[in-house]
């Protein structure tokens, strides 16, 4: 009976009957979804959200895998693991969204439309999240005791990395170009023809800052399942993790500006949607760069672990921003589409039923530690 569990429980007795009541009484009984507005804060938070803060599985593994990085690899399975549940999350909340979701495999197996980006997105997720269970499987197998077929999982790992990578690049900046079909529903500081970079380098630092967050979370947490060496460390770790998501902000806070000069849209600045979008990139870009910086440079890892904290609201902030906030801005407030308590209450499910998992696969497997049978196997 600990205030977690108790507070699980009772997400879980909420979330439980409103997914009965979606699923049987259809979208109108549990959203505020419209035809004018078919896409709403499932979209924008389960999925353009879900997607961005899974990158932390590809950034990670690329760095060790591909780059050789190995003081990064006592986070590498934590990050995996992070990315594989949320992606397989993402797929979970796409479900509720969708109104017919027994179709979900019609783009794979029935009807091929190539030209489509949604047809790039789904065949690129699917393939992404069996590529992630590739790469998590050695600790599986290790739990499972299975060495053989571990060796052979092992073997795998810089092959599915290389895959994952492509993958990612791709799918991460479709979803941007998902959006370059609504020029005139989204506001024009939010809508560029860069918005797939956006979506991709943002991703970057949604996975960056998604590790440091996990790994500060796992260390105070799990504390007594983690190895000694890796918790000695952890501050080194993060401080890397830091200078890292530092130097893509920056990029990144670049890359806005140009977009802005690309559309001369400076007069848009000073209304109320250019307000709120100074507050965006002020707020949850350039003050991480400088936080993040800061940290780095006082070797101050409390200073980078909660910036990471702002960075993961900003990046949050800018997916609802772009697929709610900022879409269909130039309709009457009446007619503007507000999220349900239902739907709200399902992602905080959804987000539950991750965390439960996450704990109960940190709880058994060999993710923060080392399985003493194959400390000595690549």
Request: charged share 10%.
């Amino acid at each position: 009976m600990t205030p977690f569990n108790v507070v699980a429980a009772a997400i879980l007795a909420v979330g439980i009957p409103i997914t009965f009541i979606r699923f049987t009484q259809g979208l109108a009984s549990a959203t505020n979804l419209s035809d004018r507005t078919p896409w709403g804060f499932w979209i924008g938070f389960d999925v353009m959200s879900g997607v961005a803060l899974a990158a932390g599985g590809y950034v990670t593994a690329s760095a060790v895998y591909l780059f050789g990085m190995k003081k990064f690899h006592g986070v590498v399975r934590p990050a995996i693991l992070t990315g594989f549940l949320g992606y397989f999350l993402v797929v979970v909340g796409l479900c509720y969204d969708l109104g017919r979701p027994w179709r979900l495999p019609y783009p794979m197996v029935v009807s091929f439309g190539v030209t489509s980006v949604l047809f790039l997105v789904g065949w690129h997720v699917a393939l992404y999240l069996t590529t992630q269970f590739v790469e998590f499987s050695p600790a599986i197998f290790e739990w499972l005791g299975w060495k053989e077929v571990r060796r052979v999982a092992s073997m795998l790992t810089v092959g599915a990395t290389v895959f994952g990578v492509i993958l990612s690049t791709l799918h991460q900046s479709a979803l941007g170009a998902l959006f370059l079909l609504a020029p005139a529903k989204v506001h024009p500081l939010w809508y560029s023809p860069y918005i797939p970079i956006f979506f991709f380098v943002s991703s970057i630092i949604a996975g960056l800052s998604m590790v440091i967050f996990e790994s500060s979370l796992s260390h105070r947490v799990f504390a007594d399942q983690i190895d000694p060496e890796h918790a000695g460390e952890h501050d080194e770790i993060t401080l890397g993790l830091a200078k890292g998501a530092a130097v893509v902000l920056y990029g990144y806070f670049a890359f806005k500006v140009i977009g802005i000069a690309h559309g001369n849209d400076w007069n848009l600045l000073n209304t109320g949607y250019g307000h709120w979008f100074l507050a965006e990139i002020l707020g949850f870009i350039l003050l991480p760069c400088i936080l993040f910086t800061t940290a780095v440079r006082q070797q101050n890892a409390t200073l980078a672990r909660w910036t990471a904290l702002l960075t993961v609201v900003g990046i949050v902030l800018n997916r609802l921003n772009v697929s709610v906030i900022a879409f269909n801005w130039q309709l009457p407030a009446e007619e503007r589409y507000f999220p349900s308590w239902m739907e709200i209450a399902v992602s905080v499910f959804i987000v539950t039923v991750g965390l439960l998992t996450f704990r109960w696969i940190v709880e058994r497997m060999p993710v923060l530690w080392e399985h003493p049978d194959f400390k000595d196997v690549q």
